[in-house]
């Protein structure tokens, strides 16, 4: 491996690691976050699905939500 590819895999090495370090660092906020969350009373499973939720486009989360509907309908639970 030449002088200039051993520095390239430095460089990517330890951007990944630093990444790591930052990933680390907002789940820990996360969890914060989410634990005065429940503090305040918030159920964090259901703050967990609104934020999934919210990702999805709403037209697919339309057509998921309708799929539901229909399963539970089908299994008498609506």
Not at 11 to 38: G, H, P, Q, S
Not at 57 to 75: G, P, T
Request: charged share 45%; proline share 0%; no cysteine.
């Amino acid at each position: 491996m030449t002088a200039a590819a051993q520095g390239r895999l430095r460089t990517i090495i330890e951007r990944i690691e630093r990444l790591e370090e930052d990933k680390k660092a907002v789940m820990e906020d996360m969890k914060e976050v989410f634990a005065e969350a429940k503090g305040e009373g918030y159920d964090v499973k259901v703050l967990r699905k609104v934020i999934r939720m919210r990702k999805q486009d709403k037209a697919k989360r339309q057509e998921e939500e309708a799929i539901l509907d229909l399963y539970l309908s089908a299994l008498g639970e609506l």
